[in-house]
Nanobody, 121 residues
Framework: QLQASGGGLVQAGGSLRLSCAASGRTFGNYALGWFRQAPGKEREFVAAISWSGVSRYYADSVKGRFTISRGNAKTTVYLRLNSLKPEDTAVYYC????????????????WGQGTLVTVSS
């Protein structure tokens, strides 16, 4: 089970930190990722981190602004959102991959409930 939190309303240029706690399974052995879905758009990949935390992948639209990390217990994943833009407004979802290392084209089989991020201009 995955539970995302930390969303909210922020002005453009502001920051947020999203958290996702995993429970009930051995999530520590798998890559974890963040996706988002804006109103009227398809869900898109945002970032992913390998089980070890060494490999990280980012969508071009967030590279240099967002940072993904894992907690020491490997069952929590964070997404730091800096320099937010109105186009970052979306529901953000965390997900567990089916492999230890995963990027934007890999399979993420487990999904949590999303958390809404709203960026005002």
């Amino acid at each position: 089970q995955l539970q995302a939190s930390g969303g909210g309303l922020v002005q453009a240029g502001g920051s947020l930190r999203l958290s996702c706690a995993a429970s009930g399974r051995t999530f520590g052995n798998y890559a974890l990722g963040w996706f988002r879905q804006a109103p009227g758009k398809e869900r898109e990949f945002v970032a992913a981190i390998s089980w070890s935390g060494v490999s990280r992948y980012y969508a071009d639209s967030v590279k240099g602004r967002f940072t993904i990390s894992r907690g020491n217990a490997k069952t929590t994943v964070y997404l730091r959102l800096n320099s937010l833009k109105p186009e970052d407004t979306a529901v953000y979802y965390c997900a567990k991959a089916t492999t230890a290392v995963a990027g934007p084209t890999d399979d993420f089989g487990s999904w949590g409930q999303g958390t809404l991020v709203t960026v005002s201009s």
